[in-house]
């Protein structure tokens, strides 16, 4: 809050920095796509229907699992259009082993994270869309180290794919199961990663086995509030969730917490949400960490409930997650009852989300993605 706001904005960075691009796989492609580049490698177009089945719908891992392709064509395939594009490099589990932080290194090095989190009723990948991210919230763990790269698509697909075949192998307490839903509430902002993260969301809901054949109304792109993507996501006719990080309802504390807001500001960000949800018939969701004497002010949750009033939306209050080198903390438990109770005066759908994943770094803003020590 004391940072000076021409300080924050010009910190921000929208358009990522130039750098070697993973390689392809056949997570980047359409179907269509698949097939000629399998054409272009020689072969018949339907090995690719067989690729596809192996790596979207058996979840295969490794070459050899795929019996139904002639060894001798089994490996240079896989090699070309199936390479593995993330490396574990650590995971933590808490919750009874039904939350799982995984730390990934990518080829160049870059290091991202994501999280599994496993309910009675469903199973939530949380995943992230870049390395690091520009939008240098002064609350947020991801934001502090800047952004480093833009994942591809195939490098955000194979964050589910992981976690769905940790699900489906049994790993994880609850016996075998399947991912539910998806969020794009890991590191980056998605909507500054546009056409790669739609890639994966055309990746995600595409009916098996061109896809994972995951229900679009399962999946969440959580946006700080780029306006003119907001505006492009509502024509893609992909019926996803938007989630859009609010944080404050005035510009004057907006301009501080969520440093675009200097560019587009919270009428602008509202309205374009409004748009979404008429054009979509999707409840919007409203993010907002509460912060100790910062932004949980009833005054302000009453201005908050004005603006949302009557609307097509839901608030989801995240007390602040702990960050290092941050002086800001959750508000107190009853700051946070009076302010859930003036939207809901308002007559505004609220819930305060758990904070699943905290004692692993794992939840929201805590994802930084440092490497081990030794
Ligand atoms: N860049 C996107 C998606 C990633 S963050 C976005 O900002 O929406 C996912 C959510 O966690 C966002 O709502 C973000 O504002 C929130 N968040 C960030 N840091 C947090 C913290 N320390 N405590 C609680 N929530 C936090």
Not at 165 to 175: D, H, K, Q, S, Y
Not at 258 to 263: A, S, W
Not at 281 to 302: F, G, H, P
């Amino acid at each position: 809050m004391s940072e000076p706001q021409s300080r924050n904005a010009a910190q921000l960075t929208l358009v990522a920095p130039r750098r070697a691009k993973p390689q392809r796989h056949l997570a980047d492609m359409t179907m269509a796509e698949r097939r000629a580049a399998v054409a272009e490698l020689g072969e018949k177009p339907f090995r690719a229907d067989q690729l596809s089945r192996h790596y979207f719908a058996k979840l295969t891992a490794s070459p050899e699992q795929m019996t139904d392709l002639p060894g001798g064509i089994r490996e240079r395939l896989a090699s070309q259009l199936m390479p593995s594009l993330l490396t574990p490099v650590r995971e933590i589990a808490c919750d009874g082993g039904t939350t799982r932080k995984t730390l990934w290194r990518l080829f160049d090095g870059s290091l991202v994270e994501s999280v599994l989190m496993r309910y009675p009723d469903r199973a939530t990948m949380c995943v992230s869309s870049q390395a690091g991210c520009g939008m240098n919230c002064p609350f947020c763990a991801t934001g502090q180290a800047g952004l480093t790269r833009n994942m591809s698509t195939a490098e955000i697909v194979e964050q589910v794919v992981a976690g769905a075949r940790a699900l489906a192998a049994g790993e994880v307490p609850g016996g075998p199961g399947r991912v539910s839903n998806i969020v794009f509430m890991g590191m980056g902002e998605p909507m500054a990663n546009y056409k790669a993260v739609i890639g994966a969301v055309h990746r995600f809901v595409d009916p098996s086995p061109e896809g994972l054949g995951i229900s679009a109304r399962g999946i969440t792109v959580s946006t700080v509030g780029l306006v003119p993507a907001i505006e492009k996501l509502a024509g893609e006719g992909l019926p996803v969730t938007l989630a859009v990080s609010l944080h404050a309802p005035d510009d004057e504390l907006r301009d501080t917490l969520v440093p675009i807001n200097t560019r587009w500001k919270v009428a602008e960000v509202l309205g374009a949400a409004w748009e979404y949800a008429a054009k979509t018939k999707r409840r919007v969701s409203i993010e907002y960490a509460l912060i100790k004497d910062v932004n949980d002010q009833e005054w302000r949750a009453d201005l908050l409930g004005r603006l949302l009033k009557g609307k097509l939306v839901h608030v989801n209050l995240i007390p602040l997650n702990p960050t290092p080198g941050s002086k800001w903390t959750a508000s107190r438990p009853e700051d946070e009852r009076a302010f859930v109770r003036r939207l809901e005066f308002h007559g505004v759908a609220v819930t305060v989300r758990d904070t699943r994943g905290r004692e692993i770094d794992g939840a929201c803003g805590q994802l930084a993605a440092a490497a081990p020590e030794a």
